[in-house]
């Protein structure tokens, strides 16, 4: 199963990384770590997962509950083959 062509987005609110206040700090604060927001999430997001090229911003990964990486993993699946409750994208301003 391939993924590489998916784009990069938080699972839980479906966002981009560069949409993503931290990860968009963190490429300006650091530009000889990082080229870009998504460099962020690829290098250095703990919940960063390379085959669904899926990964979960602090504020769902809180809201998640803090799943452990390896229950993770079945999640981002999921959330690949049928986006479900816990991977709608946010609606309205709620964050
Ligand atoms: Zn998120």
Redesign the pocket.
């Known amino acids: 199963m391939g993924y590489e062509n998916y784009i990069v987005r938080?699972?839980?609110?479906?966002?981009r990384p560069e949409q993503?206040p931290e990860y968009r700090d963190r490429a300006r604060e650091e530009p000889e770590s990082f080229n870009s927001a998504q460099e962020v999430v690829l290098l250095d997001e703990g919940t960063f997962d390379p085959n669904t090229r899926l990964f979960?911003?602090t504020?769902?990964y809180i809201k998640a509950g803090m799943p452990l990486n390896s229950d993770l993993r079945g999640r981002y699946e999921l959330v690949r083959n049928m986006m479900g409750d816990w991977a709608n994208p946010i609606k309205g301003g709620d964050k």
């Open positions: 938080c699972a839980g609110c479906g966002e993503i979960l911003c504020d769902c």
